[in-house]
């Protein structure tokens, strides 16, 4: 959901906390809905960055669009922010690596976010992405389930065995 609240917003500058905010993250509205939110807050000081979307590619945006679909308003958001704000970047973020087909659609998106669960190691998704773009990328989500399968359970000290091996990979 899009922090709207300026003195949210305050606060979190307050504290030097920039904000990448999503402004845009369910089909079921409007596209053009980012234009009145982008309008509102691009000249708060702490915006970062505005994010369209989370895990589309998986979720249809929350609406269960066919990925075409899902992609095509991805694209417009994107676009509709830019012309609204071209001095803030705008990612997307993608559940686990992209296609080249995808990241060529979305040429306009200034960073990728990838949401990776994978186990205990994130494989080779940081060289892989430097083959397939010059665009930087974050990691918007990453770990372990709580829910461990194989025991039909939550499992706390896996997820955090997980959590800690990979946040060691990162830094």
């Known amino acids: 959901e899009t922090i709207m609240d300026r003195d949210v917003l305050d606060c979190l500058w307050r504290h030097k906390i920039y904000v990448l905010n999503s402004v845009y993250i369910n089909a079921k509205d409007p596209v053009d809905v980012v234009v009145e939110k982008v309008r509102a807050l691009r000249d708060h000081p702490a915006m970062l960055m505005w994010v369209v979307?989370?895990?589309?590619?998986?979720?249809g945006l929350y609406a269960g669009l066919p990925f075409p679909e899902a992609l095509s308003k991805v694209a417009e958001a994107v676009r509709l922010i830019k012309e609204n704000d071209p001095t803030h970047p705008v990612a997307t973020v993608h559940g686990e690596m992209p296609s080249a087909d995808t990241v060529r659609a979305l040429d306009l998106v200034d960073a990728w976010g990838i949401n990776k669960y994978s186990g205990l190691s994130?494989?080779?998704?940081?060289?892989?992405?430097?083959?397939?773009?010059?665009?930087?990328?974050?990691?918007?989500?990453?770990?372990?389930?709580?829910?461990?399968?194989?025991?039909?359970?939550e499992d706390q000290a896996s997820?955090?065995?997980?959590?800690?091996?990979?946040?060691?990979q990162i830094i």
């Open 122 to 153: 994130f494989g080779n998704l940081f060289e892989a992405w430097k083959l397939l773009s010059k665009k930087p990328m974050f990691l918007g989500e990453y770990g372990a389930d709580a829910y461990n399968a194989h025991i039909a359970g």
């Open 159 to 168: 997820q955090a065995k997980a959590t800690t091996l990979l946040t060691q």
């Open 53 to 59: 979307g989370n895990e589309w590619n998986y979720n």
